[in-house]
């Protein structure tokens, strides 16, 4: 009786042991999938960074000695 509980056991132990492995590899699936779509989400944000940075500088008004100069021509 003991012999066969300790093989129930041990395949127990070595079914969870295979569940466990399955999860951790997902979780390392998931966890790549994540930081490439983090990178994507970065370079994303330093375009529109640059984007907005590039509509403000487009879209200030002129400055006074620009519009006099502007005004003379």
């Known amino acids: 009786m003991a012999r066969a509980s300790s093989t129930d056991e041990f395949v127990r132990l ?11 590899r997902e979780a390392e699936a998931e ?5 490439a ?3 994507k989400v970065d370079e994303q ?3 529109y960074d640059s984007l907005a940075g590039e509509m403000k500088r487009d879209l200030q008004p002129s400055s ?7 005004l003379r021509r």
Do not use: F, N, P
């Not at 070595?14 to 951790?24: K, M, N, S, Y």
């Not at 006074?64 to 502007?70: A, D, F, I, P, T």
């Open 45 to 47: 944000a330093g375009y």
């Open 14 to 24: 070595r079914d969870r042991l295979r569940e466990v492995e399955a999860a951790l």
């Open 64 to 70: 006074l000695s620009g519009l006099v100069r502007s």
């Open 37 to 39: 779509e983090i990178a």
């Open 31 to 35: 966890e790549a999938r994540l930081v």
